[in-house]
C-alpha cells in the first residue's frame, strides 16, 4: 500500500461486485500464510467486504500487481541447531480511520527464521500510544507462549524470551509496579504480561523504531523501507534471481 493511503467507508465511490471483491480477498488470505509481506494490505482491505467500494477494489488490484512482479518471493528456511525464540511486537496508534481503533502486528523468529507473523486490529479503541502498544505486547507474548509450550514437547526449554519493543513507556508498565497501579483502566486480561516479566518467562526490550521488524504488519511504508524489512523477514528470491 502506498504510505499515505488510508482505507475509509468511502460513500462516494461507486459500489463494486461483492462476490468478485469477496473471491479475491479469499485468494489473498490464503496466500498470506507464504507471504507476510502482504498480511497487512490483505487484512485492511478484508473489513470492506460487506459494501465494497471502486477505491477498495483498486487496493486490492494493487496488491495483484505487487503479488505478480515479486512471484520469485518465498520465505527461506536454514537448518540451524539454534532454537532460540525472538519476537517483534508494534502497534498504529489509531490506525483505523473508521473505528479509530489500533492495529496490532508482530512476528515471531525461531533462530535465524520466520515461524508465525500477525496483523490484527484491536477489540477496544486505546487511549494512548503507550496503551496500544502494552494491548499489542499481550495479544504477541500469549502467541509466543503457545509456541513456547510446544517447543518443550521436543525437550527444548526456553526462559528470558526477548520481545522487541519500540515503546519505552509499555516496557516500563510490564516491569514497575508503581507504574502498573495506575492502568487500571486498560483491561485485566492484558496485564498477565507483567506476571510472566516477573517469572522471566518474558523479557521486554526496546528496539529502535529503524530496526522494528513489526512496522510492516501494522502500518503502509515507504518502498525501501518496505524492501529492508522484508529481507529481514527472510523474504527472498527462490530460483536465484
Same mark, same amino acid.
Given at each position: 500500500?502506498?504510505?499515505s493511503?488510508?482505507?475509509v467507508?468511502?460513500?462516494?465511490s461507486?459500489?463494486?461486485?461483492?462476490?468478485?471483491? @469477496?473471491?479475491?480477498? #479469499?485468494s489473498?488470505?490464503?496466500? &498470506?500464510?507464504?507471504?507476510?509481506?502482504i498480511? %497487512? $494490505?490483505?487484512?485492511?482491505?478484508?473489513?470492506f467486504?460487506v459494501?465494497p467500494?471502486e477505491?477498495h477494489?483498486?487496493?486490492?488490484?494493487?496488491?495483484? @500487481?505487487y503479488i505478480? #512482479?515479486?512471484?520469485?518471493?518465498? &520465505?527461506?528456511?536454514?537448518?540451524s541447531?539454534? %532454537? $532460540?525464540l525472538?519476537?517483534y511486537?508494534?502497534?498504529?496508534?489509531?490506525?483505523?480511520?473508521w473505528?479509530?481503533?489500533?492495529?496490532?502486528?508482530?512476528c515471531?523468529?525461531?533462530?535465524?527464521?520466520l515461524?508465525?507473523w500477525?496483523?490484527k486490529?484491536?477489540?477496544?479503541?486505546?487511549l494512548?500510544?503507550?496503551?496500544?502498544e502494552y494491548i499489542?505486547?499481550?495479544?504477541?507474548?500469549t502467541?509466543?507462549?503457545?509456541?513456547?509450550h510446544?517447543?518443550?514437547?521436543?525437550?527444548?526449554?526456553?526462559?528470558?524470551?526477548?520481545?522487541l519493543?519500540?515503546n519505552?513507556?509499555?516496557?516500563?508498565?510490564?516491569?514497575?509496579?508503581?507504574?502498573h497501579?495506575?492502568t487500571?483502566?486498560i483491561?485485566?486480561k492484558?496485564?498477565?504480561?507483567r506476571?510472566?516479566?516477573?517469572k522471566?518467562t518474558?523479557?521486554?526490550?526496546?528496539?529502535?523504531i529503524e530496526?522494528?521488524l513489526?512496522?510492516?504488519?501494522?502500518?503502509?511504508l515507504?518502498e525501501?523501507?518496505?524492501?529492508?524489512?522484508r529481507?529481514?523477514?527472510?523474504?527472498?528470491?527462490?530460483d536465484?534471481?
Amino acid at each position: 500500500m502506498h504510505p499515505s493511503s488510508s482505507l475509509v467507508l468511502d460513500e462516494d465511490s461507486p459500489n463494486v461486485d461483492q462476490t468478485q471483491y @469477496r473471491a479475491m480477498i #479469499g485468494s489473498l488470505l490464503y496466500l &498470506i500464510a507464504l507471504r507476510p509481506d502482504i498480511m %497487512f $494490505s490483505d487484512c485492511i482491505c478484508a473489513r470492506f467486504q460487506v459494501e465494497p467500494k471502486e477505491v477498495h477494489l483498486q487496493a486490492v488490484k494493487r496488491i495483484l @500487481r505487487y503479488i505478480k #512482479g515479486t512471484t520469485n518471493l518465498g &520465505i527461506s528456511f536454514y537448518r540451524s541447531q539454534n %532454537f $532460540s525464540l525472538l519476537g517483534y511486537c508494534d502497534a498504529d496508534y489509531a490506525g483505523d480511520r473508521w473505528e479509530r481503533k489500533s492495529t496490532s502486528g508482530g512476528c515471531h523468529f525461531l533462530g535465524q527464521c520466520l515461524v508465525s507473523w500477525t496483523s490484527k486490529r484491536q477489540s477496544t479503541i486505546a487511549l494512548s500510544t503507550c496503551e496500544a502498544e502494552y494491548i499489542a505486547a499481550g495479544q504477541f507474548i500469549t502467541q509466543l507462549l503457545w509456541i513456547k509450550h510446544q517447543l518443550e514437547d521436543y525437550d527444548i526449554f526456553e526462559s528470558s524470551i526477548p520481545v522487541l519493543c519500540d515503546n519505552t513507556a509499555a516496557i516500563s508498565i510490564s516491569k514497575n509496579h508503581v507504574l502498573h497501579s495506575r492502568t487500571k483502566h486498560i483491561e485485566i486480561k492484558h496485564h498477565f504480561i507483567r506476571d510472566h516479566v516477573d517469572k522471566g518467562t518474558f523479557e521486554l526490550v526496546y528496539v529502535e523504531i529503524e530496526r522494528q521488524l513489526a512496522d510492516i504488519f501494522t502500518k503502509p511504508l515507504r518502498e525501501d523501507r518496505f524492501v529492508w524489512i522484508r529481507e529481514r523477514l527472510g523474504l527472498e528470491s527462490v530460483d536465484g534471481q
